[in-house]
């Protein structure tokens, strides 16, 4: 079945770093991607998505590529904040319309 | 997009009771889904409600501990039922935008303790 994996958390970076966290699927198909993010104590917020390969998505100063020949959809921003202190989780639309997840990856950024 | 109103916020619950979960939707929404997030966990998808049928529940989840409730297509909710420790977590109730072609929209969640 369709399935997400991101890395392993937490990762820890100095305020205004560059910050990756990879995502990859396997997928029969071309899925829709997703990335969302929880803050502390809060609920999950779509923070970007890509529909089709070589879609660019993007919010609040970070990005993902959908790449189909690398099944990625890693997510990266230039300079990172300590509000972007949070829990981001990468997922895919099955072809039921359905999410499946991957296992999120809790980002702390030190000032 | 849809915006969802979920309460309460948080409890904290006795063992052996029950808590009604409420999510309302700003607009009509043909499926809601009701997710479960364990400490520390990715989320788990208990069961997709649709207006005038009953809900359907992934593997692991039974109606009689999670029954749903879905009177109209604005309106959702989830009790958890004799509720032991192990179903402490946040539970979150989710909307499909456009067919869910272009994702999701989450209620604020419901942190639940029991003790």
């Known amino acids: 079945g369709d399935s997400v994996t991101q890395m392993e958390g937490p990762v820890t970076l100095s305020e205004e770093a560059f910050l990756t966290i990879n995502c990859t699927y396997t997928a029969t198909g071309y899925p829709s991607l997703f990335w969302y993010v929880q803050y502390p104590g809060e609920g999950l917020q779509l923070l970007l998505k890509?529909?089709?390969a070589d879609d660019k998505g993007s919010n609040k100063g970070f990005e993902a590529t959908y790449r189909k020949e690398t099944t990625s959809f890693h997510l990266e921003k230039g300079s990172v904040q300590v509000s972007d202190s949070a829990v981001y989780f990468c997922a895919l639309m099955d072809s039921n319309y359905q999410l499946i997840w991957g296992a999120g990856t809790k980002l702390i950024i030190k000032p | 997009s849809a915006v969802i109103s979920q309460k309460p916020s948080r409890d904290i619950c006795q063992r052996g009771t029950s808590l009604t979960i409420q999510c309302q939707v700003d607009s009509q929404v043909t499926m809601m889904f009701w997710y479960r997030q364990q400490p520390g966990q990715s989320l788990t998808l208990i069961a997709t409600a649709n207006q005038g049928s009953e809900a359907t529940y992934e593997s692991g989840f039974v109606i009689d501990k999670f029954p749903i409730s879905r009177p109209n297509l604005t309106f959702s909710t989830l009790t958890v039922s004799n509720m032991s420790p192990e179903d402490s977590s946040i539970y979150l109730c989710?909307?499909?935008?456009?067919?869910?072609?272009?994702?999701?929209?989450f209620g604020s969640g419901t942190r639940l303790t029991v003790v």
């Open positions: 989710s909307v499909e935008e456009d067919e869910g072609i272009y994702g999701y929209t």
């Open positions: 890509a529909t089709k």
